[in-house]
């Protein structure tokens, strides 16, 4: 589904479920101004679509004592099909690596790594990162603190 295709009562509910999905679909529904049924239909539509991908429960990092958050910038050693699948393969099954994006620039990847401590990330940066075969370099910056973040999209 397009979002130029989105009606604004389906952007609306869209909008209601980032905020909250754990909201009775009665509740979901009477904020928008649909009806039940048509809120439930149109949630099942855009799973099915793909426009939902998953409903998930947002952790406080620093309530899990992960009070440390690196922004790492990464060089891969062959920029092939098989290079950039080995580094992928490699940072999604990382559960310290909460974000990573292929990028443009003199970078190839941009990664967010939340940890404990300093301590725990130079052990996951000398023995796990800059250890992994198809890394080539990685220069680290620590995220002093977060202005913005949060999931929703703008819709």
Known sequence: METQTLSEPDRALLRQIQRDCTLPVKDLAEAVGMSPSTAWRRMQDFERQGLIRARVALLDAQAL???VTMQV?????????????????????????QRCLAVTGEQDYILL????????????LMERLLAH?????????LVLREVKSGPALPV
């Open 113 to 124: 790594v939340r940890m404990r401590d300093v301590a725990a990330f130079e052990r996951f």
């Open 73 to 97: 910038s990464v060089n891969i050693r062959s920029q092939t099909e098989e290079g950039r699948a080995a580094f992928e393969r490699f940072v999604r099954v990382e559960d310290a690596v």
């Open 65 to 67: 004592g992960l009070d």
């Open 133 to 141: 075969p198809s890394v080539a370099s990685a220069h680290s910056q």
